[in-house]
């Protein structure tokens, strides 16, 4: 069974600083995707990484991907209060007709000015 | 530009009163899904299909019955609601297989308090 855990769970950081955010999955799939969610709301798509050694970087945020060590980071750099949101890492199954996406339980962070 | 639509945002219902949580989606995505939320829980897979005319259990599927009525929507019943199904729901799309990135595409979420 596919399982998706995240860490840490809480992250409480100050502007300015770099901080990872570790996503560890346990079954093959090289296809990953990062969430972010403001308290209250849905779900927003950050980052899709579809194969090993994937980068993507938007803004302050970088998310990579090594499908050997079923691994994928997401690094915050010079944190800003705007990033204070929950976090999520998902992977799908990748089973031909019957693809379903479970999701890491997620780091909730908060950047304090 | 409405992508994934749910119906209702709020409800609270009795014990042992039925309802279904109604999802559209307009991206002609193949996949549907229904999630719940709960405080440190992360997103749990209730139902899926991965097309239409199927369905499948996901991680919670107890206490829920879905409906793949046509290409766009995707309905969750909750026939004899229980407290232990307070949460917030969301329906997500998505294109499926290899076609596109494989991202999902989240409703706005239905809040439901069972007393």
């Known amino acids: 069974e596919l399982k998706v855990e995240q860490n840490p769970l809480f992250l409480s950081m100050q502007e300015g600083k770099n901080y990872t955010i570790y996503c560890n999955y346990s079954?093959?799939?090289?296809?990953l995707y990062w969430y972010r969610q403001d308290p209250g709301k849905s779900l927003e798509s950050l980052f899709v990484l579809l194969s090993n050694g994937a980068v993507k970087q938007e803004g302050r945020l970088m998310a990579s991907l090594d499908t050997k060590a079923r691994l994928s980071t997401l690094h915050i750099t010079a944190a800003v209060h705007d990033l204070s949101a929950t976090y999520f890492c998902?992977?799908?199954?990748?089973?031909?007709?019957?693809?379903?996406?479970?999701f890491g339980t997620g780091t909730r962070l908060k950047v304090l000015a | 530009n409405a992508g994934v639509t749910q119906t209702p945002k709020f409800q609270v219902l009795k014990t042992g009163q039925s309802m279904t949580l109604q999802c559209a989606q307009d991206?002609?995505?193949?996949?549907m899904y229904w999630y719940r939320q709960d405080p440190g829980m992360g997103l749990r897979l209730i139902y899926y299909s991965a097309s239409e005319g199927t369905t499948d259990k996901g991680e919670v599927p107890n206490g829920y019955n879905v409906s793949r009525l046509n290409k766009r929507e995707f309905s969750l019943r909750l026939e004899s609601a229980a407290p232990s199904q307070t949460s917030v729901y969301f329906c997500?799309?998505?294109?499926?297989?290899?076609?596109?990135?494989?991202?999902?595409?989240f409703g706005e979420g239905s809040r439901l308090t069972v007393l």
């Open positions: 079954t093959t799939s090289d296809r």
């Open positions: 991206m002609n995505h193949n996949s």
């Open positions: 998902a992977v799908d199954t990748q089973k031909p007709g019957t693809y379903k996406y479970i």
């Open positions: 997500a799309s998505s294109a499926l297989g290899r076609v596109g990135t494989g991202e999902l595409f």
